[in-house]
Each structure stands twice: as structure tokens, then as C-alpha cells.
């Protein structure tokens, strides 16, 4: 059966224990439609629901909740189980069904945010001509390794390679910033080693929800961020105005270099530079 989520934009007042009774009447009466709901993910400090069910079309979905409770979802979108498990993790639950913050508290709910990052190897087109195939493999090989080390130790996920760069999800969104400047840095490093081979990249990042305008999931994240990423300066981190502010509080440094245009959005875009360059002890 196909996969869905929705998004459920909750009144104020609604207690997690509100939405924990109405997955349980969703489960009492799911099997009349022929609908699972698996899961939920709660992001309470912006009243929002996002549920995950495999259904044998939207608008069974959409009957189960009607029924059970009256919450109905504001946007209900098909999703690939495996485009789903890569962005969101492996996801824990407590008995309610609500999915647990990876890493988190015992009763520390996820509220399904996810930071997106993209690198991108400056001139990857040109590199072989500049140094010939098998010094510019070796070349982007050393881009693909740094990167995957920064993503195993701050929590990154993979989604894909993009030939010319990485794109991976985090649930920590100081987490992204961190593996972004611990990439520049090991870079810097490699090419004070290898003057002759220097590998600049950039990158981008943004935050967003599961469920938004588009039909994809993260879909507006996913552009933001890739955007971001292409508008960069070489070894420069650029990131959206959440990331800046879900920063707050956590060491992180950012210069606020005002609005950008980009392809694709109809308005220009707050951007941020996340500092990363150690200054001399």
C-alpha cells in the first residue's frame, strides 16, 4: 500500500496528550478503511502534527481521522518508504506512537525538523582537464571521505551523492553547522598539505518541516538548501535565517549577509555565513 503523511496545524491549547488520545481512536478504527497509522511526529512550539500512515489511498486517510477524532489534516502527501526512512532516521516511539528526539530524553519528542546540507566541489567540471582523470578522482574522493567522516561524527545521514558533492539530512541543526565547518576546516588543512591540489567546496543548509507547499517531502527545504549551496563563495558555509536562529545559544558564529535572490523563489532569501575559520592562538 502507498505511504503517506499529513500535516495537522493544531489549535492552541492542544496538549500532547490530546494528540496521543486522538492516534489511539485513529488506531481503534483504521482497520475499516484499510489504513495503518505507524507514527507521529509533534513539533509543539509550532502547534504542529505530522502523521504517517500506509493507507490505500489519501482520502481513506483522510475518513480514519474524520471518525476518530475530527482533526482532519490541513495537507496530506504520497511518500517513498525509503525516501521517508533516509530523511527522518531510524525513529523510535513511545507507547502513544509519538516518535522520540534520536539522542534525546526519554519522553523528548521529535517534532520532525530537519536540517538539509549540500557541498559542492568548486570547478568539478574542469578539474580533469586541470589535472587528468586519475588526480582529479583521487581529488574528489578526498572531498567524498572528508565529508562522510564530518557526517559519522555529527550525526549526518547521507541522502545522496550528487556527483559533484553530498547531500545529507540531521536532526541537530547546530549538528549540520558543525559538520559544514568541520568539512571546511579538514579541506584547509588538506590543501596547506597539498598547496599544488587545493579542493574548495561549498555549502549550503536549511531547516524546514516534513510536509510543506510542495508535494515532496522536505521539498521546499531541499531547494532552499541547494539554492544556498549555489550561491555560496567558495569555502563558504551559507545557510537560511532558521538555521541562524535555531543556533541561538549554541556557540555558533554567523554573519548576517542580508538577502540573496535565488532561482526559484519568488522572493529574495535571508542568508547567514557560518564562521568557521579558527583564529591565531
Given amino acids: 500500500m502507498p505511504l503517506y503523511m499529513d500535516i495537522h496545524n493544531l489549535p492552541d491549547g492542544t496538549t500532547a496528550e490530546d494528540v496521543a488520545k486522538a492516534h489511539a481512536n485513529d488506531v481503534e478504527i483504521q482497520r475499516k478503511y484499510g489504513v495503518e497509522y505507524h507514527k507521529y511526529w509533534v513539533n509543539e512550539a509550532g502547534n504542529k502534527v505530522f502523521c504517517l500512515a500506509h493507507a490505500p489511498n489519501a482520502e481513506a486517510a483522510e475518513c480514519v481521522h474524520r471518525e476518530a477524532h475530527g482533526m482532519m489534516a490541513e495537507k496530506i502527501i504520497e511518500v517513498e518508504p525509503d525516501v521517508a526512512e533516509v530523511f527522518l532516521g531510524g525513529t523510535e516511539t513511545n507507547q502513544a506512537g509519538a516518535v522520540l528526539l534520536p539522542g534525546g530524553g526519554p519522553s523528548e519528542r521529535d517534532p520532525g525538523i530537519r536540517t538539509i546540507l549540500f557541498t559542492d566541489v568548486v570547478n568539478s567540471t574542469t578539474l580533469t582537464q586541470l589535472l587528468g582523470d586519475e588526480a582529479a578522482l583521487a581529488l574528489l574522493g578526498v572531498h567524498d571521505t572528508i565529508v562522510r567522516d564530518a557526517l559519522s561524527a555529527l550525526g549526518g545521514r547521507e541522502i545522496k551523492h550528487t556527483g559533484d558533492g553530498i547531500m545529507a539530512s540531521f536532526v541537530s541543526t547546530a549538528g549540520a553547522v558543525r559538520c559544514a565547518i568541520q568539512i571546511q576546516r579538514e579541506l584547509d588543512k588538506h590543501a596547506q598539505a597539498n598547496p599544488e591540489h587545493r579542493l574548495k567546496v561549498r555549502v549550503g543548509a536549511a531547516a524546514g518541516e516534513p510536509v510543506e507547499q510542495h508535494n515532496d517531502l522536505f521539498g521546499c527545504t531541499v531547494q532552499l538548501a541547494a539554492r544556498l549551496c549555489a550561491h555560496a563563495q567558495p569555502e563558504q558555509i551559507l545557510v ?42
Fill in 240 to 281: 537560511s535565517n532558521a538555521i541562524a536562529e535555531l543556533c541561538i545559544g549554541k556557540g555558533l558564529s554567523f554573519e548576517d549577509v542580508g538577502e540573496v535572490t535565488l532561482k526559484g523563489f519568488g522572493s529574495p532569501v535571508r542568508a547567514h555565513a557560518a564562521a568557521w575559520k579558527q583564529l591565531p592562538v
